[in-house]
């Protein structure tokens, strides 16, 4: 929506206004880049499990990529979009969901390093067996 609406609906006569209006939407488009480097990483910290490999293998590092990507997207659009809507004479943004997104992200990169911890647990004590 963000990328193709701006330029469905350009005008013949396009003024600065519709182009910083243009603009403001590009902005919006940058978080959305790292949701879906989110969904890539996570598929692929998934993929091990479904070729038989213990899950834990790498879920904690893939964990901890998907939740830095999506804390990224989230203060990108908490931050840099609000502003940037508002400097390129837009409408004032505020985003509580990527605050919220940020947070659940923090849990995320916490319960990665639990799981990694775990693991190490694991395979000391497979190794005493």
Known sequence: ???VAP??????DADPHHLRLVAADLVA????AFYLAALVILGRAAGPSSEG???PSGLAVGLRRMGACLATG????VFV?????RWL???FHFDPAGLTLVVADAGLLLVSTLIEH????QTELDAMA
Do not use: K, R
């Open 89 to 91: 004479g837009g409408y």
């Open 81 to 85: 979009v609000s502003n940037a809507s």
């Open 7 to 12: 330029f469905a609906a350009w005008p013949a």
């Open 74 to 77: 989230g203060l990108i659009s």
């Open 29 to 32: 488009i940058v978080p959305f």
């Open 53 to 55: 490999q213990p899950l």
């Open 1 to 3: 929506m963000y990328l």
């Open 118 to 121: 775990a693991v190490d647990v």
